[in-house]
């Protein structure tokens, strides 16, 4: 009932910047919350970034101060700004939506390469 769709991966270099996009479509409702996840290759899924649908942010340390997420609660989309790219920030990104009480969804991911 509800899809979502990253947009805005690509390669850059070290020191550039992406913006990466999340929409939602269908039946969107009780969202308690929109965040960016990531994947490397061999490595766990972690959290990147969260923002709350009233807009409370939370970052994961090794993106603070260089990431941005900021939401649009009339589009039901999200955004990942990124800055000063290194090549360790080199994933797959997956935005994620939360529904208050009973679980969320998962969108395909977007491949974000950094080149040193």
């Known amino acids: 009932q509800v899809q979502l769709v990253e947009s805005g991966g690509g390669l850059v270099q070290a020191g550039g910047s992406l913006r990466l996009s999340c929409a939602a479509s269908?039946?969107?409702?009780?969202?308690?919350?929109l965040g960016w996840y990531r994947q490397a290759p061999g490595k766990q899924r972690e959290l990147v970034a969260t923002?709350?649908?009233?807009?409370?942010?939370n970052y994961a340390d090794s993106v603070k101060g260089r990431f941005s997420i900021s939401r649009d609660n009339a589009k039901n989309t999200v955004y990942l700004q990124m800055n000063s790219l290194k090549p360790e920030d080199t994933a797959v990104y997956y935005c994620?939506?939360?529904?208050?009480?009973?679980?969320?969804?998962w969108g395909q991911g977007t491949q974000v390469t950094v080149s040193s």
């Open positions: 269908g039946s969107i409702f009780s969202i308690k919350a």
């Open positions: 923002i709350t649908i009233g807009g409370t942010t």
């Open positions: 994620r939506l939360d529904r208050v009480n009973w679980g969320g969804y």
